[in-house]
């Protein structure tokens, strides 16, 4: 069911993993996972998804960087607003009927900044876990560009960690994500690669260095301000509580906000939920139309 592509960018491939014909589709859904998370995010939401509506177009990728796409060429440290400009190249090869972008926790912010600033290619936006760019305030501008300086230095200067077997790696990360190893292990065994008698994390080592730069409050909401198209909002009930109140806070336009039981990696936990809740947007989008 679920086919593995492969999408030039001008600057390496992203890899996709589709379900559905990405031309004839009239309706194509566009799936950005979470920092160091993979297309195999998403997997279990697209089958339930597939199941409950087949004439759909689903599409998961790797951000550059992650997963089975290339790394970004050089020195490049992963800027959150080329993530922009790379969904931007890939948007052609889908058919321009009507697209939906999903995206879970940065998937969610990338997703939120591409719907305010092409809003004639959005139809709707589903936000896992996520909702405004990250911001802070202007006065901890020199202390952030100090501290993603330093992180940069140590990145240069750290080997990188070696695990004995993806299952010790699996269990590491539920640990840290607090998810039950079988959810998450899709995404580990994904992103994994075998060097000699030891497994690494195939996701480019620079994607852990800490930003340079951060927008401001007032950058954040005026990017709120421009999603225009329908949208939908599910939190998990244990995940980040500040997200609440940026629902609420960021935009006068308060988008419909679900709450279901699980943490931060809630779509994992609940995925028949999260696609039933992706198919009633869509639903929704097309009865505007009627």
Known sequence: MLTETKYALADGEL???????????????VFLHGWLDNAASFFTIMEAFHQLAPQYHLCA???PGHGLSTNK????????????????????????????????????LISACYSAAFPEQVAGLV???????????????????????????????????GYDSVKTAIRHRSQVNKI?????????????????????????????CDALYRMSPAHAKQIMKQVTCVDRVILGEEGYPYLHQQCTEL?????????????????????????ELILG??????????
Not at 15 to 29: F, L, M, P, R
Request: overall charge negative; hydrophobic content about 40%.
């Open 180 to 208: 039950p190893p079988a959810l998450i292990a899709p995404v580990i065994e994904r992103g994994m690669r075998q060097v000699g008698d030891l497994w690494y994390w195939r996701c480019d080592a620079k994607l852990k």
């Open 61 to 63: 990728i790797d951000l």
């Open 127 to 161: 936000q896992i876990e996520g909702y405004a760019p990250l911001f802070e305030d202007p006065d901890a501008c020199v202390a952030r560009m100090r501290e993603g300086v330093i992180s940069r230095h140590q990145y240069r200067s750290v080997p990188a960690r």
């Open 15 to 29: 890899a996709a993993v589709e379900i559905g014909d990405a031309k004839s589709a009239d309706t194509t859904i």
């Open 281 to 290: 947007l869509v639903n929704k989008i097309n009865e505007g139309l009627e």
């Open 251 to 275: 935009t006068e336009k308060k988008p419909e906000v679900f709450t279901i039981a699980g943490g931060h990696h809630c779509h994992l936990e609940q995925p028949q939920q999260v696609a």
């Open 73 to 108: 060429a050089g020195s490049n440290f992963y800027l959150f607003h080329d993530y922009v400009d790379d969904i931007y190249q890939l948007m052609p090869h889908f058919s321009p009927n009507r697209r939906i972008m999903v995206g879970h926790s940065l998937g969610a």
